[in-house]
């Protein structure tokens, strides 16, 4: 059996402290979560704005300069996977559940609840609500995943290194991060993936409650919840057990299927040409407003500063904690591509699935808004019910949705396993199905307990707070991934040219 590091322990000690807290004193553990949340929002604000952004300039860069021929692998390693399952799988990972949960609920919030700029409910709020969307579920938040990813894939499958966190920093710190350091630096990553999926796991099944509430008239009650971990937790297992090229390969295929069924249904029966009008030009305030959002802090302005604290600065943190599970996800599916290759696909093709979507499903809960149907005061669970039934075949609708949320669920269990498995068995690429089994149940079980007590948020406090130490890290991952990319470009580049010379001596 694989090595179960302290990594291990330390994490899991410190993820059932939380749990223990949260459950024994949850308002406590959320007041407290809170205040640290609130305090880095204020004051680092500007921090999460100017290092988001250079996340997204330096993907850029490697996509246009000559690094980007570079593979993550040996020069004759292929791909793993076709591109359909790759972009199932790193979506799957990435937003799956995301989009469907805020699908309806982030672009009408906009509109009607908490518009940036505008006065709610008016044309130009929806132009903003839509714009907004765009960009907090666009290219900012890939190139936070796509940093952490190339990082880990490119010290992994080209140097042969444990598919850590701490390993990608060796070229700033060498053996340090084989010691306590190290171990510092995976514990935070560890840590950030198992609150993360746990807090998935409880808002997943309070959306798939919310559903059966809306459709069924069934109240919302922790036994159901309970129930609907239970049978998550159980397929989980199952797929997990099949391995990776099996159960989340086949778990991601099915997701995409059931998404694009519910998405091309949702844009024929909906309001199509308003849909496709909008998105048209949403993309294009999008394309124009992106420098200018993208450090927009309104300083001179405390409302509209708030807004972005709230808002972005919340997003992009939110994005950073979840870093470390897409991201390592993400690497490892990703053997064989090229940096440009690699980059091109993770930016671009789920950022424009992200922008359809949410016109979709975001314009339809608008327009029935608009025509007098009350989606805005639902809970957020069950706006995207509420919008289905302002049109035919709402209960078929319904009943997909909940598929849908039901295997993203599934997947996003599923691969959190498999990851918390490669950090704690020293970066394997396979690790043992007895790790990944204690994962998952400590998962589900967290979330089971936070739920009956009413933890939830504050552990979605802590996730959020936990992103500060990481943003971090990430900095020291970009510049030691540059150091050894030129390093390694110069050695590259002196082979080229002494093999040039040998062969115009030969010739």
């Known amino acids: 059996m694989k090595k179960i590091t302290p990594v291990f322990w330390i994490t899991l000690a410190i993820t059932i402290f939380a749990s223990i807290w949260g459950s024994l004193a949850p308002k406590n553990l959320e007041r407290i979560t809170g205040t640290i949340q609130t305090y880095i929002s204020v004051h680092f604000g500007w921090y999460y704005l100017l290092i988001v952004s250079l996340f997204v300039i330096f993907c850029l860069y490697m996509i246009f ?235 001179e302005n405390p409302d509209k500063q708030k807004w972005v604290m709230n808002w972005t600065v919340f997003f992009w943190a939110w994005w950073i904690a979840w870093s470390p599970f897409v991201g390592i996800f993400i690497a490892r599916v990703s053997k064989g591509r090229s940096i440009r290759e690699f980059l091109s696909g993770v930016l671009i093709v789920p950022s424009i699935v992200s922008f359809l979507w949410m016109a979709v499903f975001g314009m339809s809960a608008i327009e029935s808004e608009k025509n007098g149907a009350d989606i805005a005061s639902l809970p957020d669970e069950q706006m995207l019910f509420g919008v289905f039934d302002q049109f035919p075949f709402s209960i078929a609708l319904s009943v997909l949705a909940m598929m849908l949320i039901g295997t993203f669920f599934i997947t996003s269990a599923d691969s959190a396993t498999f990851v918390l498995g490669m950090q704690t068995t020293n970066g394997s690429l396979n690790p043992p199905k007895a790790v990944k089994f204690a994962w998952g149940i400590a998962q589900s079980t967290i979330a089971s307990v936070l739920l009956y007590t009413g933890g939830l948020q504050a552990l979605q406090n802590a996730l959020i707070s936990a992103a500060f130490p990481f943003s971090l890290i990430m900095l020291m991952m970009v510049y030691s991934l540059y150091k050894a990319l030129r390093k390694d470009k110069a050695e590259l580049d002196m082979l080229n040219k002494q093999e040039n010379k040998y062969k115009n001596k030969a010739s």
């Open 65 to 299: 300069s000559p690094y980007g021929k570079i593979k993550l692998g040996k020069p004759d390693d292929q791909p793993d996977y076709s591109y359909s399952t790759w972009f199932a799988m790193l979506f799957s990972a990435g937003m799956g559940i995301g989009l469907v949960f805020y699908g309806a609920a982030a672009p009408i919030s906009q509109y009607i609840k908490t518009p940036p700029v505008a006065e709610p409910g008016t044309a130009e709020a929806l132009r903003d609500a839509m714009r907004i969307t765009f960009f907090h579920y666009g290219i900012h938040a890939w190139a936070i995943y796509a940093v952490v990813a190339l990082v880990l894939a490119y010290f992994k499958f080209r140097h042969n290194k444990p598919g850590l966190i701490s390993a990608t920093l060796e070229p700033l710190f060498g053996d340090k991060m084989k010691g306590p350091w190290g171990t510092l630096v995976d514990v935070i990553a560890v840590f950030a993936t198992i609150v993360g999926v746990a807090t998935t796991l409880g808002f997943g099944a309070a959306q798939i409650n919310g559903g059966f509430t809306y459709l069924l008239g069934i109240e919302k009650q922790f036994w159901i919840q309970l129930v609907i971990i239970f049978v998550v937790t159980v397929l989980f297992m199952i797929s997990a057990y099949t391995g990776l090229s099996k159960g989340i390969k086949y778990l991601s295929n099915a997701n995409m299927g059931l998404a694009t069924i519910l998405f091309i249904a949702m844009l024929i029966i909906g309001p199509t040409l308003y849909i496709m009008n909008t998105f048209t030009d949403t993309l294009g305030a999008y394309i124009q407003s992106i420098a200018a959002e993208s450090f927009r802090l309104s300083p």
